[in-house]
């Protein structure tokens, strides 16, 4: 039996050394449990404002630029 000094461990001291319940399924791979929730998007639009404001900020760094450009 473990220690009950904690109110929360007296509160549940009758049910905390019981054994898991044996589950009817197996386990649900991470990667696929992530995939459930993939399509949601709790703000609409969103992904496609960060897009355009990563866009308008970005740094055109297809130039290269010697030292002579800057004096």
Known sequence: MKDINTPSARKYAD????????????????????????????L?????????????MSVDTSEEYTDEDFT
């Open 15 to 42: 049910i905390i050394d019981m054994p898991r319940p044996k589950m009817h399924h197996q386990r649900m791979d991470p990667l696929n449990r992530a995939k459930i929730f993939a399509p949601f998007d709790a």
């Open 44 to 56: 609409r639009g969103f992904d496609e404002k960060i897009e355009e404001v990563d866009r308008q």
